[in-house]
Structure formats: C-alpha cells, structure tokens
C-alpha cells in the first residue's frame, strides 16, 4: 500500500510566493536585480583577484573559492524562483527537486567551511606570521579549499539521501519557493519522518555550530594577539584586515540562525517565506557588497584594474 502511494505522487507543486499574488511582479523584479547584482559582484571579485599579481595570496584565494560557492548556490534556487514568480505552472518532479536540494545544501555548506578556512587563515597571518608561509603553502591551500567542498558535498549527498529515501503519500503541495528540508518533511508519512527530522536538524546545526565555534576561536586568539600590539596604527592595520570576514561571518550565521534556531511553533506560511529570502537571496546579494567596501586592497585593486580600462588616460 505504502509503495502504491509512493509511487502515485510523481511531482511536487511549490507555493512559494502564490500567497502574495498583488507583489509577485514586484518580488521578481527586485529578486532579478539581487540576483544580477550578486553575479556580477562576485565575478568583479574573481576578475580582480585574477588579473592583480598583488592579490595572488592564500586570502584572495580563498575569497575566489567563496565567490564560486556563492555563484553556484544561487543559481541552484534561484532563476527556478524567478521562473516560478512569472509562471502558474509551479510543478517540480522528484528528480528536479532532488537536485535543488542536493546543489543547495552542498554549495551553502561549503560556504560555512570556506568561512571557517578563512578564518583559520587570519588567525595563522596575525597570531603566527612566522609559519604564515608554511601552514598556507599553495598546497596546504588547495587542500583546505579542496576539503571544504568535498565536506559541502558530504552535507548535501547525506540531506537529500535521508529526506527522499521516505514514502511521500500525502499531498504534494511544498509550503516554500525551493525544496527546503522542513515543508517536505511536512508531506512525508512513515514512523521514520520524526527520526529523520531530529537526525538532520542535529547534523546541521551541529555543522554550522562547529564552524562558528572555530572561527569564534581564532578571533579569540587574533583579538588577544591585535592588543599585544603597541601602536594603534599597528593595532587598526592587523583588525583592518579581519574587518570584512568577519561582517560576512556576523551576516552569514545571523541569517542561518533564523532559518536553523527559530522556535518551533505555529506560524504563518507568509513569515516562513520571507525568513527563507533573508538566507537565500539577501545574504548572497550582501557578501559581495561587503567584501568590495570593508576590504580597503581589494577596493583599490577594483578600482585599478577596472578604470584603467574605461579611463585608460587617467591612470
């Protein structure tokens, strides 16, 4: 019986912003915008670390890997979002949803791993500039960037692996604009569906909670190194580096922690929908923004590489 029910729900239809029928136009156009602005930040990014010979460090590598990770995690859900906006045909099937899932989880984890990298790469450039050379040797980095997406890999494979090895035998209507864990579990039946859902909730908060207790700790090291240093222009150079990381980091858990540790209860579909934005198209849309303005090398060398080209008589 089980498997016949299985078997009758072939597609999944996602809500997603139907509920707000007055505003879809206007939500398509802004989250257009987002979307394009976030492409095109992080590819400026990836295009100035490449061509600028002085960016060519362990940190700007680093910020490349975390460019591509934020790439490929928005178009993992986003253009199908927008797709959905214009469209009354809202239907995903197994496959197609199984997939979302799996890039989404796998590019977002693999940006949480990329934050933590970088992190560790601060606390060696202040708290060991020593061993700076050695413990971030370009293999020592191919390594780190390597580990980290082979552990996104890992988060999304064990996500969608345990959510779509359960039955679906209820209504197939998912209460989101993406293929998120929670309204799927919603529309699961079996005696597993309450063990799944407390496994992976404990597996990604954990996760997320060991890197930020990783990157809390080097910014314990780092803070206590920075105020061992005797001038205050020492003092702001060393923190100046550390500034745009960690807005990214404060800005990255901030959102993730309304979408893992919100209180459990009931609460409109409406709310839920707009949490989801915050993660999945505001913090995209802000890393960019962040890294361009707080990270004062990174600023110049836009500047360089970009109007020289358009003002090539002026530089």
């Known amino acids: 019986m089980q498997g016949a029910n299985f078997s009758a729900v072939t597609e999944f239809v996602l809500i997603g912003f139907s509920i707000f029928p007055r505003l879809q136009l206007m939500f398509?156009?802004?989250?257009?915008?987002?979307?394009?602005?976030?492409?095109?930040?992080?590819?400026?990014?990836?295009?100035?670390?490449?061509?600028?010979?002085?960016?060519?460090?362990p940190m700007y590598l680093f910020l490349c890997a975390l460019s591509i990770s934020e790439i490929l995690?928005?178009?993992?859900?986003?253009?199908?979002?927008?797709?959905?906006?214009?469209?009354?045909?809202?239907?995903?099937?197994?496959?197609?949803?199984?997939?979302?899932?799996f890039f989404s989880f796998t590019?977002?984890?693999?940006?949480?791993?990329l934050l933590t990298v970088m992190g560790y790469d601060r606390y060696v450039a202040i708290c060991q500039p020593l061993r700076y050379n050695v413990l971030m040797s370009p293999r020592g980095c191919a390594c780190l960037v390597a580990w980290s997406w082979a552990?996104?890999?890992?988060?999304?494979?064990?996500?969608?692996?345990?959510?779509?090895?359960?039955?679906?035998?209820?209504?197939?209507?998912?209460?989101?604009f993406a293929c998120h864990v929670p309204p799927l579990l919603k529309l699961a039946c079996g005696t597993e569906v309450q063990v799944v859902a407390m496994g992976l909730g404990l597996v990604c908060i954990a996760t997320l909670l060991g890197c930020g207790l990783l990157i809390v700790l080097s910014y314990a090291f780092i803070v206590a190194t920075i105020l061992r240093i005797p001038s205050a222009e020492g003092r702001h150079k060393a923190f100046s580096t550390c500034?745009?990381?960690?807005?990214v980091v404060v800005v990255h858990y901030g959102f993730a922690s309304v979408i893992y540790l919100k209180p459990k209860g009931p609460q409109s579909l409406e709310i839920d929908t707009l949490?989801?934005?915050?993660?999945?198209?505001?913090?995209?849309?802000?890393?960019?923004?962040?890294f361009s303005l707080r990270n004062k090398e990174l600023k110049i060398a836009m500047k360089k590489t970009f109007l020289s080209k358009l003002y090539p008589e002026k530089i």
């Open 28 to 57: 398509f156009l802004l989250f257009l915008l987002m979307y394009l602005f976030t492409l095109l930040g992080n590819l400026l990014i990836m295009a100035t670390v490449w061509s600028e010979r002085s960016l060519h460090t």
């Open 275 to 290: 949490m989801g934005i915050t993660y999945t198209v505001l913090t995209p849309f802000l890393s960019p923004i962040i």
């Open 107 to 113: 590019f977002g984890f693999t940006h949480s791993f």
């Open 243 to 247: 500034a745009s990381h960690l807005t």
């Open 151 to 176: 552990g996104g890999s890992v988060m999304g494979l064990l996500v969608t692996t345990a959510v779509f090895q359960l039955i679906f035998c209820g209504p197939n209507e998912v209460h989101h």
């Open 73 to 101: 995690y928005t178009v993992a859900i986003i253009p199908r979002m927008l797709a959905d906006l214009l469209s009354t045909n809202r239907s995903i099937s197994f496959a197609a949803c199984g997939s979302q899932m």
